[in-house]
């Protein structure tokens, strides 16, 4: 999708920041800002976790992760787990249809970034998009309806992208010169050995379309009741 800001997309961050609030399982108020650390972001086995940095980001404030890959190693292909309960469970049920997030390439060669989930249904990613070393914020949004998505083969489970929805165990955002393939070492996806430098911020969960309106209606609802 074209990296550009919808109506919905600005009334739904907005919602989301208003939250500010942890969740049990994910659901549409779960984001990632970066205030004080990595949110539990992590790599494989072995290799240098992603790390907060105090830094200005995209929108003045302080706080991102910053991430790399160094093309040999444990940190040769650029690859970002979490596992977090609030991105986790079940998608579906939540409404949560897309996912958005801010990135600035810093350094390296311009590469492709994918989203990927795990589940009873194996490992499911989004289609690739561009992204480009360019030193500046972008932003990025994914579609992950069971539709969208496109099955790792050799993953396991059974291969079916509704039942990985319903029942996420772990979340990875991943990039590289492609192609996508699983690694059962590790149990993740991969996209091909890069040297990178990549910052990222405000990776957000956004609800099914209209779903912002009609929470935006509700809550101004319940303030003038009060």
């Given amino acids: 999708m074209p990296r550009t800001n919808t109506p919905r997309t600005i009334a739904t961050i907005a919602l989301l920041a208003a939250a ?17 650390d990595n949110e539990g972001w992590r790599v494989g086995a072995a290799g240098t976790a992603p790390a907060f940095n105090p830094g200005t ?4 404030e302080p706080g991102f992760l910053s991430h790399f890959s160094d093309g040999g190693g444990p940190n040769g292909k650029f690859i970002m787990l979490n596992e977090e309960s609030d991105w986790t469970g079940d998608y579906t049920d939540a409404g949560v249809t897309d996912i958005s997030l801010w990135a600035n390439g810093v350094s390296g060669s311009d590469t ?10 194996g490992w499911f990613f989004t289609p690739g998009q561009a992204l480009s070393i ?4 972008s932003r990025y949004e994914f579609d992950i309806e069971a539709s969208d998505l496109i099955y790792a083969a050799g993953s396991g489970g059974t291969a079916t992208a509704a039942d990985t929805l319903a029942n996420v165990t772990q979340f990875e955002i991943f990039t590289g010169p492609g192609p996508v393939s699983f690694a059962s070492r590790g149990d993740l996806l991969r996209g091909g050995t890069s040297n ?20 935006a209606f509700g809550g101004l609802l319940a303030r003038r009741r009060r």
Wanted: charged letters at 10%; zero cysteines; a negative charge.
């Fill in 57 to 60: 980001s995209f929108n003045g």
């Fill in 112 to 121: 492709i970034m994918w989203l990927g989930f795990d589940g009873p249904g």
């Fill in 20 to 36: 500010g609030t942890a969740t049990a399982q994910i659901s549409t108020s779960s984001i990632d800002t970066f205030d004080a």
């Fill in 196 to 215: 990178n430098v990549i910052w990222f911020d405000n990776i957000a969960a956004l609800p099914t379309p209209g779903t912002a309106a009609v929470l």
């Fill in 134 to 137: 360019a030193d500046d914020w």
